[in-house]
């Protein structure tokens, strides 16, 4: 993606503070882009599901979908003064990660912004929380908000996988890397690029391999392994133009690593991709980026390979 021109924010309706409509007005004004606030709702006692529908269910969901759209309107105004063009869109659907997924197919949205908190362990374990059903099954960038404020020169960071190990297309980082520099250059910013390697890894095959481990030259294994990845990792970085101060290669697993480099070179924003071991196992998808999300300072932008295609079913929400 190189231009930006359609932004969606998703609005919560049950709270003052919205950090990640803040943060879509604020990238719109630097990009140029056109900016729409999403309410998505749904009532199952209004919805007519449990019982007949009625008039009386009818007036009701119009009733509570204007008073949302009058809200989006209130909150919209601010924006548009600052210059920004700024639509409102009050859908009821359900389950919510759906209904914004498939608003943003509709309107051909560039990139989604949403607020996250910290969730437990148990939510996500259940895959009941709407961040992390996003993470897995949302096709468009995804832009996730703490609500924390950016930096006069935001730090973008890449996270990339050059060698691949976890399945991903190597197209991935291209666009993991093209995004960020986009953002970075629409915003004032810098943009830094991240790589991880696990030595244990190469370790353990090397022991599972040789008839007298004692006798292994583990540095040299080490060694070997940084080598490759360094290899592989300089020549993605420099084809992007990535300054060799902003890279950063580092022995360990991502979700350990990754939070510590963003914390030292205070970063803005993480850029990391999603993807599934096998495309028809959508469940996969987001693995790393979810163990990483909440070790994070900072907001964490999802990317998706060019093939994905999102599980969510595309018919029309059913109108208020």
Known sequence: MHNIS????????TVEEQP???????LAKRCGASLELLVCYYNEYLSGDRLFDSPSLEKARAEIMGGQSKHLEDIAEPIRDDGIVVTTSAIWDHPLFEGIVRHAIEISADIVFKDTHHHSAVARALLTNTDWNLIRTCPVPLWLVKPTEMSEEPAFVAAIDPLNQHDKP????????????TLADNVGGSLHAFHSYDPRIAVATATANAYIPVSLPFDEIEQ????DHKKRFVEITSFHGVDDD???LVAGMTHEELPIVA????ADVVIMGAVARNRWKRLFIGATAERTLERLPCDLLIVKPDWFQTP???????AA
């Open 170 to 181: 190597a197209a991935l980082d291209d666009e993991i890397l093209q995004l960020g520099k």
């Open 263 to 266: 914390e030292k070179i205070h």
């Open 312 to 318: 969510v079913t595309l018919e029309t929400h059913e």
């Open 246 to 248: 902003k890279a950063h």
């Open 20 to 26: 990640a409509m803040h943060r879509a007005a604020w």
């Open 6 to 13: 359609k932004i969606l924010a998703v609005i919560d309706p």
């Open 224 to 227: 070997q392994m940084h080598d």
